[in-house]
């Protein structure tokens, strides 16, 4: 059962394939669990139903959610259960998959209902490239400014070694490339390391009645 210093922690992986990007999501999740007091969920795009926004407005006029009834609707309730979230990525043409930027898109049905849904939460991020220069860090970069518009705080794992998020190289091998990846993983474990805390920090002052 989830205490009241207990932290939720949702991982979202916007790859299409389960293979390295969904064992770097899982990878953190696992991470979580054995250091923290936590509580998982997991979700993956591989083999969803993704729609893109239109931008048809229907969120706006009707503030009952999105015009499309897809497998992000489940995620919505997933994202307002969450403290937490890190937002996975694969690498392409240099910057984020489609399936994670359509997710991203797709929150502007949350935020229209109530524009301060995500506010406070906190979200991180990684990023896995087939090259060791791939474009992790741009990809890495639209994750943190979608987190900034959502009100929420953007967590980095910070200098010397992790900078923006966990950063990881495949080398085109899947799940076994990023398992080998040991500055990849440190990257990411540090990361998570402050993403925890400063989940702790804000869920400490509002218990305390603090005023955010």
Known sequence: MTGDTTIR??????SPRKKSTDHVVNEALK????KFDVEIDYFSASGKDLKFCIHCDYCVRKQQGC???DDIVALYDKMLWADAWIIG???????????????????????????????????????????????????????????????????AGGSFGSNLGGTFWSQDRGAE?????????RSLHRTVNKLIRAAQ?????QREGDSL
């Open 201 to 205: 920090f804000i869920k400490k002052a």
């Open 67 to 69: 015009i499309h009834k």
């Open 31 to 34: 991470y979580a669990q054995e």
């Open 9 to 14: 922690l949702l991982g979202i992986s916007g």
């Open 177 to 185: 490339g990023v398992a080998e990846d040991t500055e990849g993983i």
């Open 89 to 155: 990525t694969p690498v392409y043409q240099g910057t984020l998959s489609a399936q994670t930027k359509t997710i991203m898109d797709r929150c502007r049905a949350v935020v229209a209902r109530d524009p301060k849904a995500f506010k406070y939460k906190v979200g991180a991020a990684t990023a896995v490239g087939g090259d060791r220069i791939g474009g992790q860090e741009p990809a890495i970069q639209t994750i943190l400014n979608f987190y900034v518009i959502s009100e929420m705080l953007p967590i």
